[in-house]
């Protein structure tokens, strides 16, 4: 035992020792890279399997929507293809004012070019028959011709004003509720959680309180889920919404996923616009109600209040003569 000692004591079995211990180092220091796992790839793989799991549901579910959606009517569609009525009808907006109206597929081109060409045609029908079959109006023939023409007109305009009458009334409630959606989306990115999911969970959270704008971000959801550029999913919602306060949302995010600059603080700064504009534009609804009010506290108020006060007077002066 004590010949073991001196032995390893010796300074040239300590420098064999030492260069041993130093070559496996070495050894260890070259080989670590290689024998240790590579944790940040199988993270980044990982996230990547599951993206393409989001992507191939969202596939799925908007291909069963897409089977599901109602098909346009058949009579419709007869006239449509007899008289081509997507040749010499059809604007060239339609389609982007259909969905801004909330309205997709091609049931709803159909309908619309249908009651394009049967408006006009209904209301010449009922104009001839009320003024010169029921001779309703006493008039001249022309002041007749007159009111026709104008109904043929009206016919015209008539499912463009129902458009745009739903297309305003879609826009007010969108624009009442995003501000609340972007918050939603600020706590989400924060918090650490992909786009896709942020825009799921706000639009699960917003179903309750909108469910215009809980469709326009679940079908985003979809969008980003399968189309390869999110950038066209962006600009689509920009597009069915057409509002300011979207378009500027839209365009934080591409700018985001295009230079990977931080979406959390133009989120906020965006939320806080949107309630700032919101706010403005109460107020300028509450400045506006004293001239609108004037005309009727004039016509009806104040004669009112006139005759409460004179009443007692002439009854008084009546009664001392």
């Keep these: 035992m004590m010949d073991l000692l001196f032995t390893l004591v010796e300074p040239r079995s300590l420098g064999s020792v030492l260069a041993a211990v130093a070559a496996a180092a070495t050894a260890y220091t070259l080989l670590q890279p290689f024998l240790e796992p590579d944790r940040l790839a199988r993270r980044m793989r990982s996230v990547g399997e599951e993206r393409d799991r989001i992507r191939l549901r969202e596939r799925d579910r908007l291909h069963q929507r897409v089977n ?169 919602l920009a597009l069915r919404t057409g509002l300011d306060l979207v378009k500027a949302v839209c365009t934080a995010l591409v700018q985001a996923e295009r230079y990977g600059t931080p979406i959390g603080q133009a989120l906020r700064v965006l939320a806080q616009e949107s309630r700032d504009q919101r706010l403005n534009e109460a107020e300028k609804k509450a400045a506006a109600l004293p001239p609108k009010l004037t005309v009727p506290m004039i016509l009806f108020f104040l004669p009112v209040l006139f005759v409460v006060i004179l009443t007692p007077a002439m009854v008084q002066i009546m009664a001392n003569r």
Aim: proline residues 4%.
């Design 68 to 236: 599901l959606r109602q098909q346009p009517k058949a009579y419709m569609r007869r006239v449509v293809e007899r008289f081509r009525l997507d040749n010499w009808l059809a604007a060239d907006d339609a389609k982007n004012r259909l969905m801004m109206a909330g309205y997709r597929g091609p049931q709803a081109e159909t309908a619309f070019l249908f009651f394009r060409l049967v408006m006009p045609a209904g209301f010449l029908v009922f104009s001839v028959f009320y003024l010169f079959v029921l001779r309703v109006l006493n008039q001249p023939f022309s002041v007749r011709l007159m009111i026709v023409v104008a109904a043929v007109y009206a016919g015209i305009k008539a499912p463009e004003v129902f458009l745009r009458n739903q297309t305003a009334k879609r826009q007010a409630e969108i624009k009442k509720n995003w501000p609340d959606a972007l918050d939603l989306l600020l706590i989400c990115v924060e918090s650490g959680m992909a786009v896709e999911h942020s825009f799921r969970r706000v639009s699960v959270e917003m179903a309750n309180q909108c469910i215009v704008l809980a469709e326009e971000l679940a079908l985003t959801t979809a969008e980003l889920s399968y189309l390869s550029d999110r950038r066209i999913a962006y600009e689509n």
